[in-house]
């Protein structure tokens, strides 16, 4: 069972590092390095930067089910949200938990009083042996810090940049995970189909999923081609 979040935001269904696919082998070993810090917290942060669509909020909300599912609580929060009532002081006192995740860094960068509770909380964090993990879309070198404090507290704070899926058959792999999570079987043809006609971007084909999976359980069927052209009107 998931811990409840704050300001009710919730967890992704296919959020999990099981469907996170990626090109790169440097990346692949940050990543594990990641997943030993939450296992063995000890006061870890990371910061994940990357372009949009390269998974940066879907490994965020794999980190707090990770920790979740072994019984520790956790704390998502998108910086971004409009239709949250985000201020500095929701930071103050997460560091009693043991993994906070901040998306969207972008939005309150060079704000002193974000920048100044963000300090705190990763200090304070380090102090307890929590981990925090950041997400952005540029690297931290080029944020505008306007504060002393922040700029200390990301000494130990571990970048690792994050990448687009490319190829072809990366972004099936990929979807086939994802389809795996949804509990039915996703064919290599089928994957080849979507992404000629669709797009070979997977925060779109995702959606797409979506549809596949729903109609899959409507129809009580598999997946296969002639289902998925009748099923997406692509006669």
């Keep these: 069972m998931f811990v ?6 919730g967890l992704r269904d296919d959020a999990c590092f099981e469907t996170f696919v990626t090109e790169e082998e440097s990346l692949a070993f940050a ?8 296992k063995h917290p000890s006061g870890n942060a990371f910061y994940l930067h990357a ?11 794999a980190a707090c089910r990770y920790v979740t599912e072994k019984g520790q609580a956790s704390v998502y929060l998108p910086m971004k949200d409009d239709n949250l009532p985000l201020i500095p002081d929701v930071l103050f006192g997460l ?13 309150i960068i060079g704000h002193k009083k974000w920048e100044l509770a963000l300090a705190n909380l990763l200090t304070k964090s380090s102090v307890q042996g929590h981990n925090v993990i950041l997400a952005g879309e540029i690297s931290v070198v080029d944020w505008s810090l306007i504060t002393p404090e922040l700029t200390k507290a990301l000494i130990n704070v ?3 940049k994050l990448y687009t899926l490319h190829e072809k058959e990366e972004v099936i792999v990929a979807l086939q995970r994802h389809a795996a999570r949804l ?7 089928v994957g080849n189909y979507l992404v000629k006609k669709f797009s070979s ?9 979506k549809l596949l999976e729903q109609a899959t359980l409507v129809e009580k069927r598999r997946l296969t081609l002639p289902f998925v052209k009748k099923v997406l009107g692509h006669q």
């Design 4 to 9: 409840q979040l704050p300001l009710k935001i």
């Design 31 to 38: 990543l594990n390095a990641l997943q030993t810090a939450l």
């Design 51 to 61: 372009e949009s669509g390269a998974g940066k909020t879907h490994l965020l909300q």
């Design 95 to 107: 560091e009693q938990t043991p993994l906070v995740c901040l998306d969207d860094m972008d939005n």
């Design 158 to 160: 571990l970048p690792i």
């Design 183 to 189: 509990g039915f079987e996703l064919p290599v043809e």
């Design 201 to 209: 971007d997977l925060q779109e084909l995702l959606a797409v999923l």
